[in-house]
């Protein structure tokens, strides 16, 4: 029987789900970014609001260290343990533990899991179409507009390359 790709019923309305009718979705990257994701609030017809539940197998990072400027995000781990890195500082995550991001915080996050075990977690955050988010590690900036992404090095005066004329 095929997988529904959403909650909606035949009248359009969309209804409560278990969990796991929804199909997870998996990304890895190189050796050190990889997760598993089943996207909740996409499902029961979210639009604003992402809510995601994710896994995160030991040793792995979700993705690169980033801020958002303009979406707010929220994590709250269910099981396992994370490892946050949140500026330059890092914090011991276990089951129960909840952060926020605040858009516009400039202290990249990232999470590993230095456990033993798969971390499980939900992710909670504001669906965008333009935000703009930085990347400290790389010194990337990442415009949702456009989908691309550019230098921050590469950044110029507002009057620059105008003759004034």
């Not at 276990?94 to 990232?110: D, E, I, L, N, R």
């Not at 590993?112 to 977690?121: D, E, H, K």
């Amino acid at each position: 029987m095929p997988q529904p790709e959403n909650s909606k019923n035949a009248e359009g309305i969309f209804e409560p789900f278990p969990v796991e009718v929804v199909p997870w979705e998996d990304f890895a990257r190189g050796e050190r970014f990889a997760c598993r994701t089943r996207a909740l609030g996409k499902f029961g017809g979210g639009s604003h609001v992402g809510v995601n539940l994710e896994e995160l197998a030991p040793g792995k990072t979700d993705c690169p260290a980033h801020y958002h400027y303009l979406e707010e995000e929220h994590l709250y781990l269910l099981e396992g343990s994370l490892t946050l890195r949140l500026g330059e500082r890092t914090y011991a995550l276990t089951a129960g533990s909840y952060v926020c991001f605040p858009a516009g915080q400039k202290a990249g996050h990232a999470i590993v899991n230095t456990g033993s075990t798969v971390a499980r977690y939900l992710a909670i955050g504001e669906r965008i179409p333009h935000d703009v988010v930085a990347y400290p590690d790389s010194g990337r900036i990442g415009v949702d507009l456009t989908g691309e992404g550019y230098r921050q090095s590469a950044t110029m005066d507002y009057w620059e390359g105008e003759d004034g004329a």
